[in-house]
């Protein structure tokens, strides 16, 4: 029942991103994962020139995630997106692989993972301000750990968190963190509050809008803040709402709203 739970709730927590979160699916089963996320945003902090009318984003994600074993696990994405810059287009593509090293469903103190993953951007993508990348080929290390814990029959919680270092086929390398509180009721309702920051460490401050080509080069923090709720209808898969907002900004676009609709379907052969 605990790995069910765990599998229902692979699901990342930053569209556009692998996943995140320490725990694996069930061996031999697949978990497939669509998402459209609406974003908006009205100024670029440090943006030359400033942004005359509100920016809109039209996101699509696929993701998929495979166990072949307890220990291993591998998830690719794909992503297209649609955005007051640039009309339809591919955005990126992603490949990840984790190992997993401790896991607390089992009798471990904690879950611990550690991961790398490659992330391929189109050219087009690079020229689009609200596309958080950094180089046509992004390249990460990142470690996961986390605990759950039994309050009742009916009802867990847990704590996790990832870290990410970063570099691109140019500009300077970044990190990248999250820190979650998930929980789950009567094993349909599922809950979650989410931070997620990022820091770059690029030479250059200002981001000229009309002439962007990745933030490989740009000095950018920013800091998101997530409320998800899901739920669970039986073998059917889970539907999740989320609503973020950007609440910290440096040299990227600031105040962003973003709502998501997603579905994940677990399922095998």
């Not at 009318?53 to 690719?76: A, M």
């Not at 250059?204 to 669970?232: C, E």
Request: hydrophobic share 40%.
């Amino acid at each position: 029942m605990k790995r069910l739970f765990l599998s229902l709730l692979l699901v990342p927590f930053y569209l556009g991103a692998l996943e995140t979160q320490p725990w694996f699916g069930d061996v031999y089963e697949f978990h497939f994962l669509g998402s459209y996320a609406y974003s908006q945003f009205s100024t670029v902090q440090n943006g030359i020139p400033q942004l005359t009318s509100p920016f809109q984003s039209n996101l699509v994600y696929l993701g998929l995630d495979f166990s072949p074993s307890p220990e291993w696990s591998v998830d690719t994405d794909l992503q297209v997106a649609d955005t007051t810059q640039e009309g339809f287009y591919f955005r990126t593509w992603g490949l990840q692989g984790r190992y997993l090293w401790l896991d607390d469903i089992v009798g471990d103190p904690i879950t611990f993972t550690t991961g790398a993953n490659l992330r391929v951007m189109s050219t087009t993508s690079l020229h689009d301000v609200s596309s958080p990348y950094h180089g046509n080929v992004d390249f990460e290390c990142n470690f996961a750990l986390g605990k759950e814990f039994d309050v009742a029959d009916s009802c867990r919680f847990r704590l996790w968190g990832y870290g990410a270092l970063g570099q691109a086929n140019r500009g300077s390398p970044w990190v990248r963190a999250i820190l979650a509180f998930e929980t789950n009721i009567e094993d349909a309702h599922k809950m979650g509050l989410f931070a997620s920051g990022t820091n770059g460490y690029g030479a250059n401050r200002l981001v000229f809008i009309d002439h962007f080509n990745g933030y490989g080069k740009i000095r950018q923090k920013s800091i998101d803040l997530a409320l998800r709720y899901g739920y669970r209808i039986g073998v059917w898969g889970t539907i999740r709402v989320e609503y973020q907002r950007r609440v910290l900004a440096k040299s990227c676009p600031q105040n962003v709203n973003t709502f998501v609709l997603s579905y994940l379907l677990p399922f095998s052969f």
